[in-house]
């Protein structure tokens, strides 16, 4: 399967360590999105690349989250100094660049912060 | 910034019949795309059906069809012969033509009864 691979699957942590969290897009994909999605909410966007450049990243995305994506390729999401409230499921997505082309998600990383 | 809203939060429909999700959007664009993804129960989010805006014609996949009224900016989603597999969570989405970020609305739970 040449789906979108996101690991972990799930992260505990305690308050203050920090974490990472991995995406591997479909190859042939040249954007990846993360997303942040607590419950009974939609898809919040954080951040977005095209190839290897970052091109938008969202208000939500404070200076404890950096997103990197060396190579065009994976991506890497961290959140130092974890708080409680970084407490969410983080989807990773990825599609081509045509306009209409949809977004193709992982099965996300679900973060506890204790 | 666009805006998408699901105004039903929860909804039931019995095995066989039709439910109807509804979604609207505010934007001042003209050119855009819209989606309506699945969201299983700790699954991952997958494409439902799409729809152009510069086309008139509804979009349609099998059991899943749209009712997109450009004017109203609206953009409901059919579900036929509802199916217990049917049962998840239901985001609708945005995106304009040429840009990079999709905007998702809050989601409608649906549950097939049996």
């Known amino acids: 399967d040449t789906g979108v691979s996101q690991n972990p699957r799930h992260k505990i942590t305690k308050r203050g360590q920090n974490v990472t969290f991995r995406c591997d897009p479909i190859s042939e994909h040249n954007r990846l999105y993360w997303y942040r999605q607590t419950l009974g909410q939609g898809p919040e966007f954080l951040t977005y690349?095209?190839?290897?450049?970052?091109?938008?990243k969202s208000r939500l995305l404070s200076d404890r989250f950096s997103a990197e994506r060396p190579k065009g390729s994976f991506s890497t999401l961290e959140i130092q100094r974890t708080e409680q409230g970084d407490s969410a499921m983080y989807l990773c997505?990825?599609?081509?660049?045509?306009?209409?082309?949809?977004?193709?998600f992982g099965n996300g990383t679900r973060l506890t912060v204790t | 910034a666009q805006t998408v809203t699901q105004s039903q939060p929860e909804m039931s429909v019995q095995e066989a019949e039709t439910v109807t999700l509804s979604c609207t959007y505010d934007t001042s664009e003209n050119n855009y795309y819209l989606f309506w993804y699945k969201q299983p129960p700790s699954r991952q989010m997958i494409l439902v059906i799409r729809?152009?805006?510069?086309?008139?014609q509804n979009a349609t996949e099998n059991r899943f069809s749209v009712n997109f009224q450009k004017a109203a900016k609206s953009f409901s989603l059919k579900i036929s012969d509802s199916q217990l597999g049917d049962t998840a969570m239901y985001f609708c989405?945005?995106?304009?033509?040429?840009?990079?970020?999709?905007?998702f609305g809050t989601g409608t739970s649906l549950t097939v009864i049996p």
């Open positions: 989405a945005f995106m304009k033509h040429g840009g990079n970020q999709f905007y």
């Open positions: 690349f095209q190839n290897e450049a970052q091109l938008e």
């Open positions: 997505a990825s599609s081509l660049i045509q306009g209409n082309s949809p977004l193709h």
């Open positions: 729809q152009e805006a510069y086309k008139q």
